[in-house]
């Protein structure tokens, strides 16, 4: 079963919803052991970034253990800024650190918040694309961006006057800048490939 | 870079989706959930759905449609119509929607739009602007409020202006001068407002 981490954020019914639609066993739950016993977690988000690692709270160490154990975790929009160690989005804020690097507002010169259809080039080897044409459109909508310091994930990247980070995939920690769950059939397609990576059935 | 979007936008009122002309003579046009997945289906990049009754008792209809939406949709959609407080935001992205519009409350507290930009991210913060076209000065656009039935002094352009700057991510702007009439947009109104602006100018009305 896939967990998508209870905190009390905006749009997790969204994701939830995709991995029904796809045929996944998915719950809602911040519960300790429902975290342990899930073959992966996802930890959605729609808020600010202090926001959202307030609400983590206690969640937070859970997940950092479970991604320490090997367990597959995918971070969605503001649950992928905060697998970073750090963001400066309405103050100085430290995320979980499970990938180097810092989340940081999109340089000015371009229309703010980055806000609709954009094509991703993935890397070779990153899961979450396998099996996929290259240059699919993914829904995004964010200020703020991961500048990504980490030598060990492989980026995909999205053009928006500059290479633009929009997915990250080190060892067992996946993470999308774009809303997989609202993008729609290559969104799903996404889902499901991070469906399989968990060992989970889909449609 | 950005590709364009097509964003059909519904009108919501009793839980019936309804076309109108230039805000007036409303006819029934089907079931929200039904031709939200329906324009989804067929390509549409986005949805709007706008509940124009706004009153106490639709707000709980429309959290419903919201979540049957969002079992259905799998592509962004903005829900808006009678939103006052972060609350009502909350419980709308909540069950669902990517984004939440305000329109006349913003204009009676422009703070609502930086208080959801700071909790929500203004990426979730759509301001919606009906706008006509001044009687007085026809290179000049009034903001109107109360779904189009009360015009104030505000300048269109100058409102957009300052709304962004307050932390709407998103203008939804809406000309009530051909709202309905199948004229198309109303580029003038278009320009005068993206001049000059950074948000990404979602454009909405007519045909």
């Given at each position: 079963m896939i967990v998508v981490i209870d905190y009390n954020i905006g749009n997790v019914r969204s994701v939830c919803k995709a991995f029904s639609h796809i045929g996944c066993d998915v719950k809602l739950s911040r519960d300790a052991g429902d975290i342990d016993t899930a073959s992966a977690l996802v930890l959605p988000g729609v808020a600010a970034f202090g926001y959202a690692i307030e609400a983590l709270g206690d969640a937070a160490e859970l997940v950092k253990d479970a991604a320490g154990r090997a367990k597959p975790l995918l971070g969605i929009c503001v649950g992928y800024q905060l697998l970073f160690a750090k963001s400066s989005e309405y103050g100085q804020y430290a995320g979980l650190g499970l990938v180097e690097g810092e989340v940081i507002p999109i340089p000015p010169g371009r229309v703010i918040p980055h806000m609709g259809w954009n094509k991703v080039k993935a890397s070779a080897g990153m899961d979450l694309f396998a099996g996929m044409d290259e240059n699919k459109h993914f829904y995004f909508a964010h200020s703020y961006y991961a500048k990504v310091a980490d030598a060990q994930a492989k980026v995909a990247y999205t053009d928006y006057g500059f290479d633009l980070p929009a997915a990250v995939q080190k060892q067992n920690i996946y993470g999308t800048q774009f809303h997989p769950e609202k993008s729609g059939p290559a969104g799903l397609q996404v889902l499901k490939n991070f469906a399989r990576i968990a060992g989970e059935k889909s449609d | 870079m950005l590709t364009r979007r097509i964003i059909p936008c519904l009108d919501v009122k009793d839980n019936r989706v309804v076309k109108g002309v230039n805000f007036l003579n409303l006819r029934d046009a089907g079931d929200p959930v039904e031709l939200g997945k329906r324009y989804s289906d067929t390509g549409a990049d986005e949805l709007v759905f706008l509940?124009?009754?706004?009153t106490i008792r639709s707000r709980k209809t429309i959290v419903e449609m919201v979540e049957k939406v969002a079992e259905n949709v799998f592509i962004p959609f903005t829900v808006g119509g009678g939103i006052q407080t972060v609350e009502h935001f909350d419980v709308l992205l909540r069950s669902g929607a990517e984004k939440v519009s305000v329109n006349t409350a913003a204009v009676e507290n422009p703070h609502l739009l930086s208080e959801a930009a700071e909790r929500f991210g203004s990426q979730c913060v759509v301001l919606a602007i009906d706008a006509r076209r001044s009687s007085k000065d026809a290179c000049r656009w009034q903001v109107c409020v109360k779904a189009g039935t009360e015009p104030t002094d505000i300048d269109v352009v100058e409102w957009a202006g300052k709304g962004e700057k307050l932390g709407a991510g998103e203008i939804l702007l809406t000309s009530m001068d051909a709202d309905g009439t199948r004229a198309g947009y109303d580029n003038e109104l278009n320009r005068a407002v993206r001049?000059?602006?950074?948000?990404?100018?979602?454009l909405r009305g007519h045909c």
């Open positions: - | 509940d124009i009754t706004a001049r000059g602006r950074k948000a990404g100018a979602s």
